[in-house]
């Protein structure tokens, strides 16, 4: 008869689950040793938590299924929680699993006990702990429905250890029911979306969620084709498909001023899978909507609605018959020559993107380049930092690498960021997958002085505690350290030859970008 | 008028406060600005925020005084909670500041919103979110009151932006009252456990919290002298004071079986600032209490009480002007040669521990003989992971050598819990802390195989899970990475050689040191 952890694996791949980003402890064990008897899940072991969690986000980005992540107990949790946050925030469809102690031991207070449903509950959508190993089954196959919602969502389900051991009966294996279906937008958000666009006053739709990929973003393409309107989207969508041949989307500036440029004069503002605009961070003497004046905003639909059946309805009605969508042109920057900048590094991206590349961009302020530069590359995805907690990018590549093992996954990520979870360079090489990682190498948390600046400027202290360059840290030998090789690069030239060289060869590549913080 | 951020530092000066590991965001940038006007608070950079949580954590059990950090919002706290839940286990005085978005931005769910105070209440005895600039004051002076106890605790302060860059209003600049003086025991617990100690019965003190150094150790040592009662202390003692020339106490193994070794027999045990002890972790068909049966438990002082002066009273009534205490005597290893394994590495350790070394123990199962190699030698201070969550080694001795820039620290962790928080060596680089960091390379975590092992092996798949060989982590190329020199050493003679240069050259160090994992 199984155990707990055998139909809890069981459960997961019945619900879709196919891989398992996983830092177990001693209250994992059941689960780990159960492994072996359901080969339908991959196991694939994080050196850190925060790894583990933005693996699983990649992951559940990039196919759709439900991820998943093993974790041990609240600690184990605490530490993923940032990356749990950008899922959040991403919409990703995942389910953490977390070990917890023994019932019988948790009045014990042990070292390791605290509340992992507090820690849970401030990312997940839901979360359980099981107290039964026959309650289980049910249980997981709740988790799968919760995370695939829609819209996706961060699901925890919380396995004392003895839950895991103790025989749970046999399993119905009834597969669990699909994920429900997105609710359909009513008419009326359809048609006041519609008058907007034909009233001739400059409209903007603003993309979000599934509205920036297949057939929702198509549709919007064809919108903008046949009414002239702008499309622009959330600042950090999860997952964006863009490049030649794709309709054209701007993302919205990170900073409120870009932004505010985007929507001056625009009368009325298309919500479609996104929501109103806000300002990142608040400032003295600012408000933080970033909706103009005079501009009046329709929800044609939210998160959880069906935004590409709204799309594509909307499409018909301002352009029966099918309009021609707006399409970007195949265009791509000349490889630069000479000095090696986060503008002259973006070029060189833009003109060696790979077709097909999926993007992880965590680039900060030396990505500002980056959207212009390969807007015109063959077509490929690229995925943000959604909810704006640093070391995503990294693990984020994992996930990707995993999901899509044919594709050439790039991380692009500044070295501020990509210190809080350089430990995702191991599992790329214990795994091979095909990563070329970017680091923009400015020395800085270049977008904190930006901010000092704003404020007054700081004295010596101040910009030393957002001053990176002493030590210099040494990405090359940090890569190695984890079985990644690398290169260092100090001009456009040699940063092309090492792009190539790591798009070009299976596994993955390191290359650190030295370029200048901006001023 | 000083504003918000002026008056939270002054606070934290006149609470105390000499140090702050800090790891700021845009929310933060005005205390980040402050910091030149207010000299007496160092601000520290962590790359990684549990790597500040862990210095602060370890600079509070050297210094006694509130360590400080600075964190940015939700998911910064929360990458800092593995080591918070540490501390938290450690009774650290510790405040948090952490960063928050304004108050009039709270609303717009941007995307870095979380609920920052459920995250902080599950490590924090106290949490307060700041609403007005002029309350400031007040708020940091309850939050050291909170964090100073007794006993030592973790208190977060929420300070929105808006509150930080408002002005304050005049500070009082008066200083806060100290701490509240401990809790006294009652008459009946010395006396209590005096006629324990008089009973003939074997009995055994179990020390906890302060009770394992200064005055309160000496008072045990004086009881063992007067009574032979047998001196054990928790499995993971915050700071315990040991050496040739101090009372010898033993720390309750982590496995139970070897706990259940050290309290056969035992009739009384008697409690002297640490919780009845139980099983680190439930297994099947075992009980997680590890009092014996037939033995009766006696509590001279809970945690918050005076445990030394209930120490000092009993060490009175059972030796009357002074028992002669037990001490440990100068012994050392002689300096193995050849092989290097667990067992000759901690050899080398005990041989070579210069006197007034700060050791920070996370070395797990590699460590299973460094209690007994070290036992005799100089006087040291031994850290130990409290709380169970990983990655603790590293941070603390950031922490540590902060704290005690006088004194050798040695950081004594094993491969896999490095790797959660190794961004710690940058900040030992550019601080030139005087940390030599031992890693112990045995490829594995290898604490799980062996209860893999007990819960029936596993298969490939489980087995690979809880390897880390694949590619070998090269710490050596990864501590230069971080500007930290470092050597790696296959024999006894090599590691000895390595450890002396460690020790004498001042600033950060780190030996790989390779051993086979525990079979």
Chains 1, 2 share one sequence.
Not at 109 to 125: N, Y
Not at 233 to 256: D, H, I, K, N, Q
Not at 426 to 446: C, H, K, M, P
Request: hydrophobic content about 45%; aromatic content about 4%.
């Amino acid at each position: 008869m199984p155990n707990g952890a055998q139909i809890l694996i069981d459960g997961l791949v019945d619900g879709g689950v196919r891989a398992c980003f996983a830092n177990p402890g001693t209250s994992e064990m059941h689960f780990v040793a159960a492994l072996d008897e359901t080969p339908g899940l991959r196991p694939v072991l994080c050196l850190f938590e925060g790894v583990a969690t933005g693996a699983a986000d990649g992951y559940g980005r990039m196919t759709g299924r439900p991820a998943c992540t093993l974790l041990h107990l609240g600690p184990g949790l605490a530490g993923g929680l940032p990356n749990l946050h950008n899922a959040r925030r991403a919409a990703t469809p995942l389910i953490n699993v977390v070990g917890d102690h023994a019932l019988h031991h948790k009045r014990l207070d042990a070292p390791l006990e605290s509340d992992i449903g507090a820690l849970a509950r401030t990312v997940s959508a839901w979360t359980r702990r099981t107290y039964y190993a026959t309650e289980l089954a049910g249980d997981v196959a709740a988790a799968v429905a919760a995370a695939t919602g829609p819209p996706g969502a961060v699901a925890t389900l919380i396995v004392p250890a003895d839950v895991s051991w103790s025989q749970a009966g046999e399993p119905s294996r009834a597969a669990p029911p699909g994920p429900a279906r997105r609710g359909l937008v009513s008419v009326d958000a359809v048609t006041g979306a519609a008058a907007a666009l034909r009233s001739g006053a400059d409209v903007a739709l603003l993309l979000g969620g599934d509205a920036v990929r297949g057939a929702g973003l198509a549709a919007a393409g064809r919108i903008a084709g046949a009414t002239g309107a702008k499309l622009l989207c959330e600042t950090f969508p999860a997952r964006m498909e863009r490049g030649a041949g794709r309709p054209s989307v701007e993302r919205l500036a990170y900073l409120a001023a870009g932004a505010a440029g985007q929507l001056a004069g625009v009368r009325h503002l298309v919500l479609a899978g996104a929501a109103s605009p806000v300002a990142f961070f608040a400032h003295p003497g600012r408000g933080g909507a970033l909706v103009p004046e005079g501009c009046t905003v329709h929800t044609l639909a939210a998160g959880a609605e069906d935004v590409t059946a709204a799309l594509e309805g909307l499409a018909e009605v301002v352009g029966p018959g099918g309009a021609k969508p707006v399409r970007q042109a195949a265009d791509r920057p000349a490889l630069p020559l000479g000095e090696l900048t986060a503008e002259s590094a973006a070029a060189v991206i833009g003109a060696l993107l790979p077709e097909g590349a999926v993007v992880v961009d965590e680039a900060n302020t030396s990505g500002l380049w980056l959207p212009g530069a390969t807007a015109g590359a063959p077509p490929h995805d690229w995925l943000t930092l959604t909810g704006g907690a640093m070391g995503q990018g990294l693990p984020l590549a994992v996930g990707a690498g995993v999901a899509c093992p044919d594709r050439p996954v790039i991380a692009l990520v500044g070295d501020g960021a990509s210190m809080y979870t350089l430990q995702a360079l191991w599992t790329q090489a214990r795994e091979g997958l095909d990563v070329t990682t970017v680091v923009f190498a400015n020395r800085s948390y270049a977008i904190l002085n930006l901010e000092l600046g704003a404020v007054g400027g700081g004295g010596e202290r101040a910009r030393r505690l957002l001053d990176l360059s002493g030590p210099p840290l040494d990405f090359v030998a940090l890569a190695r350290g984890m079985g990644v090789p690398g290169e260092r690069t100090a001009t456009a030239e040699e940063f092309a030859a090492a792009l190539k060289r790591g798009v070009a060869e299976r596994g993955p590549f390191l290359i650190e970008c030295g370029v200048a913080a901006l001023a």
